[in-house]
C-alpha cells in the first residue's frame, strides 16, 4: 500500500512551529516514501474558529514548500477536504454503528450529567459515563448528540513508530460523543472516519493524543477497519527546556518569521532537526537531503528545545549559500546605488542573520554607503595621541593622495595593500598606534563610530567619492583648528 500522509489543522488561530513541524515530518515522510501528503482542514469547531485561518495555514505551508497532493484548494478522490463539508459520511458512518449496537441517543440533560460526575467525585471514584448507559434511549433523530457505546471495555496495546510500544488501559475508555447535537461530529469521532475514508497511512501527533488512543482504536474495532501507523512527535520545549513552548513563552506565527527575514529553507532545516537526528554531524541540509534522509526511527522520543540562535546560525548559513543575485532578489532591498550593494553583499552577508537584519544594517550603520555623512569633526581628532597634533590632518592628506592615485575597479584587496602601509610606518603612528590613521579615515568615510574598515568602505564607494569624503573631513578640520 502506498504511504499516505495528512496535515489536519483546525482554523483556530496562528500556526506555530509544533503544528509545522508535524506537517513537515508527515510531508517528508510522504515524498521519502513515494507517497502522497494530503492537507484536510478540520473545522466542526465553529466556535472556535478564526477567520481567515484557513488561508493562513496553506499561506504558511506554501512558504516553505510543502506542497500537498490533494487537500482544500486542490481537491483529489476523496473530496472535499473540509470537514464542514463533510457531514453526510459522518452521519453515513453513525448509521453503521447505530445499526451494529455501537451507537446510541444520549437522553440526558446537561444537569443530570453533572449530578452524575458530582455524585461520582463524592464517592472518590472516577467519573464514567458508561457506568449511566440507558436501557433504551430511543431512536436517534439528531437533535441529540449521538454517543458511542464501547464495545469492549479491555487493555489496547500498539505499536508507535516512533515510542514504541504504548498501551492503556480500562480507565481510558468511556461512552464518548459522536455527533453532536448542532449535528457537527467530535473530534473523536471525525478524524477516525476522515482517516478511513482517505486512506491515511501514517498519522503524525502530538504527544497529547497519546492518552486517547484507547478511544480511537476501540473506534476502528466497532467500524472493522484497521487503524493507521501512529507516530508521536517529541514535544518541542521552550528556551530554558523546562516546559512545552507556548505563545507565553515567545512561540511565534510561523509568517513572522517570513517577515523577519528567515529563509524559507533554513526554517524547513531548523524544524527537522527538531526532533530528528540525521546520524551525522551535518547541520546544514537542503530540502532534497532532508527528502532522502528522513525516516521516523531516527526521530528522537524526549522533547526538543527551541533554540532561537540555532535558527539564526542556520538562517546565516543557507544565506551565504544564496548567489548574489539570489540574495539581492530575495532581499527587496531598496537603495540608489545598486552597484555598491553589490559591492557590500560579503559584509551583509558576513554581519546579518537574517534578510530583515541586512535591510536595518543597509538602513542603519551601512547607511553611509549611499548617503554622505554629516560630520563632527571633533571625531576627527578623537584619537590622535596626546602631544602629536596634526597627525589627523596629515594621515588624512597622505591616504587622500594614495586613494586619488587608485583606479575606480581597484579591489578591496588592493586598497588594503596601498593604505595599510601609511598606518604601519613608525614615524606616523608615534605613539597612537593604528588607530591614530585608521580611526580619522574611517570616520571620515562614514561619520560613525560603528562601521566597516576603511578599506572595504573606500572599495565599496569607490576612489572618487571616498576621496571627496576624505577633502570634505579635511575642510572640516580647518574649522576648528585653521
Not at 225 to 233: G, H, I, L, N, S
Not at 247 to 272: I, T
Request: hydrophobic share 40%; with cysteine; glycine share 8%.
Amino acid at each position: 500500500m502506498s504511504v499516505r500522509t495528512r496535515f489536519a489543522p483546525s482554523p483556530t488561530g496562528f500556526m506555530h512551529v509544533g503544528g509545522v513541524r508535524t506537517a513537515l515530518y508527515s510531508w517528508l515522510y510522504a515524498r521519502k516514501h513515494g507517497g502522497q501528503f494530503i492537507l484536510r482542514i478540520e473545522d466542526t469547531d465553529k466556535g472556535r474558529e478564526v477567520e481567515g485561518s484557513i488561508g493562513h495555514i496553506m499561506e504558511c505551508l506554501k512558504w516553505l514548500g510543502i506542497e500537498w497532493d490533494e487537500g482544500t484548494d486542490v481537491g483529489g478522490p476523496h473530496e472535499p477536504y473540509l470537514q464542514s463539508a463533510r457531514l453526510e459520511t459522518y452521519r453515513t458512518y453513525a448509521k453503521r454503528l447505530i445499526d451494529a449496537g455501537f451507537a446510541y441517543p444520549d437522553p440526558y440533560t446537561e444537569e443530570e450529567v453533572e449530578a452524575f460526575r458530582q455524585k461520582a467525585e463524592e464517592e472518590k471514584r472516577p467519573f464514567l459515563y458508561r457506568d449511566h448507559r440507558p436501557e433504551n434511549a430511543g431512536e436517534w433523530d439528531g437533535t441529540r448528540p449521538l454517543r458511542f457505546k464501547t464495545p469492549i471495555i479491555k487493555r489496547y496495546e500498539w505499536d508507535d513508530a516512533i515510542r514504541g510500544p504504548l498501551s492503556a488501559g480500562e480507565e481510558a475508555l468511556d461512552d464518548f460523543i459522536l455527533i453532536k447535537g448542532d449535528g457537527y461530529p467530535t473530534y473523536n469521532f471525525a478524524h477516525v472516519v476522515d482517516d478511513i475514508e482517505m486512506e491515511i497511512t501514517h498519522v503524525m501527533r502530538g504527544e497529547e493524543f497519546i492518552s486517547s488512543t484507547p478511544k480511537f482504536l476501540s473506534l476502528y474495532d466497532a467500524l472493522e477497519e484497521k487503524p493507521p501507523v501512529f507516530a508521536t512527535m517529541p514535544v518541542i520545549l521552550g528556551e530554558n527546556g523546562q516546559k512545552k513552548l507556548s505563545k507565553r513563552d515567545g512561540a511565534k506565527d510561523l509568517l513572522e518569521y517570513r517577515d523577519e527575514g528567515y529563509l524559507p529553507e533554513a526554517m524547513v532545516n531548523f524544524l527537522a532537526l527538531l526532533g530528528w537526528n540525521p546520524g551525522t554531524d551535518q547541520e546544514i541540509f537542503g530540502i532534497p537531503e532532508l527528502v532522502a534522509l528522513f525516516e521516523l526511527d531516527r526521530v528522537q522520543k524526549s522533547g526538543a528545545r527551541f533554540d532561537e540562535e540555532k535558527l539564526l546560525f542556520v538562517n546565516r548559513e543557507h544565506m551565504r549559500l544564496l548567489t548574489d543575485e539570489e540574495f539581492i532578489n530575495r532581499g527587496k532591498f531598496v537603495v540608489p546605488d545598486p552597484e555598491r550593494l553589490r559591492k557590500a553583499l560579503p559584509l551583509l552577508k558576513e554581519r546579518s542573520h537574517t534578510l530583515g537584519e541586512a535591510r536595518s544594517m543597509l538602513d542603519g550603520e551601512l547607511s553611509c554607503l549611499f548617503t554622505a555623512p554629516n560630520l563632527l569633526p571633533v571625531m576627527l581628532v578623537a584619537k590622535e595621541p596626546t602631544g602629536r597634533a596634526g597627525l589627523t590632518r596629515s594621515a588624512l592628506e597622505r591616504a587622500l593622495a594614495l586613494v586619488e592615485s587608485m583606479p575606480e575597479d581597484v579591489s578591496a584587496e588592493a586598497v588594503k595593500e596601498a593604505i595599510m602601509p601609511l598606518a604601519d610606518e613608525e614615524e606616523v603612528l608615534g605613539k597612537g598606534g593604528r588607530g591614530g590613521v585608521l580611526w580619522p579615515l574611517r570616520y571620515a568615510l562614514s561619520g560613525s563610530e560603528r562601521s566597516p574598515d576603511p578599506f572595504s568602505l573606500i572599495y565599496i564607494l569607490g576612489p572618487a567619492e571616498s576621496a571627496a569624503r576624505i577633502r570634505s573631513a579635511l575642510a572640516s578640520l580647518s574649522d576648528i583648528l585653521g
